[in-house]
């Protein structure tokens, strides 16, 4: 923490009359109504945060007139009971769940081997090592995917299926790498040294001891890149080329067709995902803290 | 402060290296070499726009005609990524700090839910801005039996009655897409807050308004310098919500990069406004470090 040398209050001796004009500057009902401001205040904000999500789940169960799944018409389940009636759109899904998919696993070793590393360890150049991985998750997603495919245009590399996953890969390693770290900061080492103490090699000291205390972090970490892979819209626009993901799919069409089902995949991504957080967070309840 | 906690830290010489290297190697490979290809592109000539062959030759004037081209544009992004961030700050304290005083045991869940929403598909979540902003739709019915339209229209908020299609709803969805970016630094800078310093400023007769500018608002100023580069960052490179929400007047650089890459072929000129972005935001970046400066970034 940086900002401590400013001791509250102290950079001036209020005399004792300043004070309780000061305490009861704030008569007890304003301050209520100060802090039930606040509560509404927050409150508000909630609805907002959720305003489009009610509209896309809502509007799963609408049945459009015409093409547009825009304005509401009238409930219907057949959107639920077909959700993948779109063969483009389902197609496009299953591209960005095998993306997702390659990327995930690839960026979660890497990821995961690096976090290890600057965690376990004090060497030199573990500085620059963390900015570079900090770097592609500041920079602008829109220069990331300009520069990706600009490399891909100046080897003459054809896009598709790899350039996608390449680039993936990239920002789920350094978000892998920066959430698994920060999981284990505070991690206490020398549980390494007392299974040593106790016969353990180094490998079986791995998998016994440090691997089990890291793995709920490397298995959030991998969820949350897995929802960033699938999602990712502006850099995958840059390096897809004909390999037209779910975003993409969604946005090509968007001038020609707006099908519910768009808003059923949406839906149970949604669903998924919290479903598996949800499971990450309260079955591993074995929380270890030094 | 990062590793202080780190009890039994082993001092490496090849071993860190060793875990490191796949990781560093991809990162060089697919970050490091292509920024460096795109200012080499940046600086490039391109024959025509149906070759994808450029010619390294020191070209800057496509910086130069990039600046005299699109400076307005570059300044519509930079004040719209502001205002968002603004008003992301507005929005997103007040939540961290209810959810971090006064959650309680429902601490977890609160900020869970300010999360959950972005596990829906970022151009998605943007159409149904759409359907919410729309001229029939819910937000502009309320203001309209609300009779506050033309007020709304005098302040420039609106436009003939319309939100869809104007700076307001651009702005907007740059504030709703970027707001968890503020929202959780924001709150883990708040949650590591000591309470027992705020009793203390109140012991000593400080007000509660007084104790929060003084301490609380102080000790949470990392988390805020945190939330306002992750939100203003992407926010001046976005181009999907000046696409879906806004009409031709409220073109952002993104916009125009994307255009320049992916439908004009215009790939030195694409390259040159997109390196000068990032370089703006690198000094935007190191002034405002200057002035709040901390390294608390990754954290």
């Keep these: 923490m940086t900002l401590t040398e400013s001791p509250p209050a102290a ?3 209020p005399t004792a009359r300043e004070a309780v004009v000061d305490t009861r500057g704030v008569p007890p009902w304003l301050g209520r109504l100060g802090s039930a401001f606040l509560n509404v205040y927050a409150a508000a904000g909630f609805v907002y945060l959720f305003a489009p999500i009610v509209v896309i789940v809502v509007f799963s169960f609408n049945q459009p007139k015409g093409k547009f799944n825009l304005v509401w018409q009238r409930f219907t389940l057949d959107n639920w009971a077909n959700p993948f009636a779109q063969q483009e759109l389902t197609d496009a899904f299953i591209r960005s769940l095998k993306v997702a998919a390659v990327a995930v696993i690839v960026a979660t070793i890497l990821g995961a081997f690096m976090s290890l590393a600057l965690a376990r360890y004090r060497f030199r150049g573990g500085g620059f090592v963390n900015t570079l991985i900090v770097l592609p998750l500041t920079a602008p997603e829109i220069v990331l995917g300009a520069s990706l495919l600009s490399l891909f245009v100046n080897r003459g590399q054809p896009r598709g299926f ?3 996953t390449i680039s993936h890969i990239l920002f789920c390693v350094s978000f892998v790498a920066l959430t698994v770290k920060a999981r284990i900061r505070g991690f206490d080492w020398t549980l390494e040294d007392a299974a040593a103490d106790l016969g353990a090699g180094p490998w079986r000291t791995f998998r016994k001891v440090t691997f089990p205390l890291i793995l709920p972090g490397i298995f959030a970490a991998a969820l949350l890149s897995f929802s960033l892979s699938i999602d990712d819209y502006i850099i995958t626009s840059f390096t897809a080329g004909q390999y037209v ?9 968007f001038q020609r067709e707006i099908s519910p089902q768009i808003n059923v995949l949406a839906s149970m991504i949604l669903l998924s995902t919290v479903t598996l957080l949800v499971m990450s967070t309260v079955l591993p ?4 803290r030094t | 402060m990062a590793e202080v906690g780190d009890r039994g830290q082993r001092r490496g010489t090849w071993q860190p290296w060793a875990l490191l290297s796949p990781g560093v190697l991809w990162l060089a490979l697919f970050f490091l070499v292509p920024m460096l290809t795109l200012v080499r592109v940046s600086l490039s000539e391109q024959a025509n726009r149906f070759t994808q062959e450029f010619e390294f ?7 130069t005609d990039a600046v005299s081209d699109y400076a307005g544009i570059f300044g519509r992004s930079f004040l719209y990524a502001g205002l968002a961030t603004v008003l992301c700050i507005l929005i997103g304290y007040p939540l961290a700090y209810v959810i971090a005083f006064r959650g309680g045991r429902y601490r977890n869940l609160l900020l869970g839910l300010v999360v959950v929403p972005f596990f829906t598909s970022y151009l998605i979540r943007t159409i149904a801005w759409r359907t919410l902003l729309a001229d029939e739709g819910p937000v502009v019915g309320v203001l309209e039996a609300l ?8 302040l420039g908020l609106m436009e003939n ?8 709803a651009v702005v907007g969805g740059l504030t709703y897409n970027f707001l968890p970016f503020m929202i959780l630094p924001i709150y883990v800078a708040l949650e590591k807050i000591d309470v027992r310093l705020v009793d203390a400023a109140k012991d000593l007769y400080s007000s509660a308004p007084r104790a929060f500018v003084k301490v609380t608002l102080p000790l949470s100023l990392p988390g805020v310098f945190a939330g306002t580069l992750l939100t203003f960052i ?3 490179g976005d181009f999907v919500n000046a696409q879906y929400l806004g009409g031709p007047r409220q073109t952002m650089i993104g916009n125009i990069v994307q255009n320049l890459f992916l439908v004009q072929n215009r790939y030195t000129s694409a390259a040159a406004i997109s390196f000068i972005l990032m370089i703006i935001i690198t000094i935007a970046v190191l002034v405002y470090a200057r002035f709040l400066g901390t390294d608390e970034l990754a954290a």
């Design chain 1, 162 to 164: 790899w350039t996608v």
């Design chain 2, 57 to 63: 030759s020191w070209r800057f004037s496509n910086y």
């Design chain 2, 147 to 154: 009779h506050l339209t033309s007020f709304l229209d005098t």
């Design chain 2, 161 to 168: 009655g319309r939100l869809l299609a104007t700076w307001v």
């Design chain 1, 285 to 288: 309840n074995r929380r270890h």
């Design chain 2, 234 to 236: 992407p926010a001046s």
């Design chain 1, 245 to 253: 993901t779910f975003p993409l799919q969604i946005a090509g069409a």
């Design chain 1, 11 to 13: 950079t001036r001796e």
